[in-house]
């Protein structure tokens, strides 16, 4: 059974950092491309970093140059760092993780169940 669990949300101050981390477990083979999704109450979902299995970074333009996606392939574990948090980075964020589950496989998307963030003002 494959997993991704995040951590590290909370409450925060305005100005303040955040690092989530995510970790996928259970059996596979490989992780392809890994990221990060936010969903603020009464939006919908939608896409903030993300990571290639090489290490190519892409990010939503609100977040560039406060936030930083990277990933610890030994530990099959991708980090969002949250710098320059403001209120409009409230929002419950989610991890997804393309595995393939055996060797020469297609891949598939997992999603982690979600950390709320709260920034106050």
């Known amino acids: 059974q494959v997993q991704l669990v995040e951590s590290g949300g909370g409450l925060v101050q305005a100005g303040g950092s955040l690092r989530l981390s995510c970790a996928a477990s259970?059996?596979?083979?490989?992780?392809?491309?890994m990221g990060w999704y936010r969903q603020a109450p009464g939006k919908q979902r939608e896409f903030v970093a993300g990571?290639?299995?090489?290490?190519?970074?892409n990010y939503e333009d609100s977040v560039k140059g406060r936030f930083t996606i990277s990933r610890d392939n030994a530990k099959n574990t991708v980090y969002l760092q949250m710098n320059s948090l403001k209120p409009e980075d409230t929002a419950v964020y989610y991890c997804?993780?393309?595995?393939?589950?055996?060797?020469?496989?297609?891949?598939?998307?997992?999603w982690g169940q979600g950390t709320q963030v709260i920034v106050s003002s």
């Open positions: 997804n993780a393309d595995l393939g589950i055996y060797m020469g496989s297609g891949v598939t998307t997992y």
């Open positions: 259970g059996k596979f083979a490989r992780i392809n491309a």
């Open positions: 990571i290639s299995g090489v290490g190519w970074t």
